[in-house]
């Protein structure tokens, strides 16, 4: 339990000139991180005696001690600490999820790269094998989602969100395959050394990642996401409607360059589907 959990969890227990300084510290980090035991003291009116009691109530040995654990806390993340206030009306929480989605997609499309789009496409559309990686909640759809996409249209993918047999498929991946991997963050340093083994062995690599990154950076083509995510902690990343429509774009390029065999892979798709499940074609297209 750090610090912050413990002044959260256990503030009623503590003597009014306690509670100011625990207000402080969870009101006014910036100040609390970098103030001496003095200005803590004056600002919480308090004597700084007071202050080293409290940090002794916490499990510090000392003031310097709790300054240390206090800085170890801003690694975590400052706005995970005291959340910023936010309307929990549904059409107001509606709105900010709707409207975030919506910027989200205008900005990859302001920042998109046709001729990257284009290149990935060309490389996705001729390759004997698509190999699509991604780790964690997010990138492992993005991966789950290519293999979704691409199959209907004909191609030969699979998906992958385990490191070792994203491993095990890079060193058994042939010249004419191509690797498609997703990293929100771009540092899935599991995802940079199959890149790297990738590109030693002739194999194509593409990456949806943040540009600059050490995934960017591995990959031989780059379609670079790199939006802002504000701070609300409570609502899912937005950033994701823009990985999903760079999804639909390449999937939609690929269709294009291989339009026949498109074409005749999800008629016969959705000719079992009509048959088995819908007794029509008035249902969605392709799924």
Not at 22 to 37: E, P
Not at 123 to 140: E, K, P, V
Not at 147 to 162: E, H, I, K
């Amino acid at each position: 339990m750090d610090i912050f959990e413990t002044i959260q969890e256990d503030r009623e227990q503590f003597s009014p000139s306690e509670q100011r300084i625990a207000d402080i510290l969870l009101d006014h980090f910036d100040f609390a991180v970098n103030a001496s035991i003095i200005e803590l003291a004056e600002r919480a009116e308090v004597s700084p005696p007071t202050v080293t009691r409290f940090c002794r109530r916490l499990g510090c040995q000392s003031f310097s001690d709790f300054k240390v654990r206090l800085a170890k806390t801003a690694f975590v993340g400052v706005r995970y600490l005291n959340p910023a206030a936010k309307s929990t009306e549904p059409a107001d929480v509606a709105a900010d999820v709707i409207t975030k989605a919506q910027n989200a997609l205008f900005g990859v499309h302001r920042a998109l790269d046709p001729v990257v789009l284009d290149k990935a496409s060309e490389r996705l559309s001729n390759a004997g094998m698509i190999y699509a990686f991604g780790s964690g909640g997010n990138s492992s759809m993005i991966a789950t989602e290519f293999q979704n996409r691409l199959f209907r249209l004909g191609s030969r993918v699979t998906a992958s969100n385990d490191h070792n047999m994203q491993l095990m498929m890079t060193a058994a991946a042939q010249p004419q395959d191509v690797i498609i991997g997703s990293s929100f963050s771009g540092r899935n340093q599991e995802l940079v050394r199959c890149f790297t083994l990738a590109r030693e062995n002739g194999i194509g690599t593409i990456a949806l990642t943040q540009s600059r990154s050490p995934v960017a950076e591995a990959a031989e083509m780059v379609v670079g996401i790199d939006l802002p995510e504000g701070d609300n902690i409570f609502r899912p990343t937005s950033t994701r409607f823009a990985f999903l429509a760079m999804v639909d774009v390449i999937a939609s390029l690929v269709a294009y360059r291989n339009r026949k065999r498109s074409t005749l892979t999800l008629r016969h798709i959705k000719q079992q589907l009509v048959e088995h499940r819908d007794g029509d074609d008035r249902q969605i297209l392709g799924d």
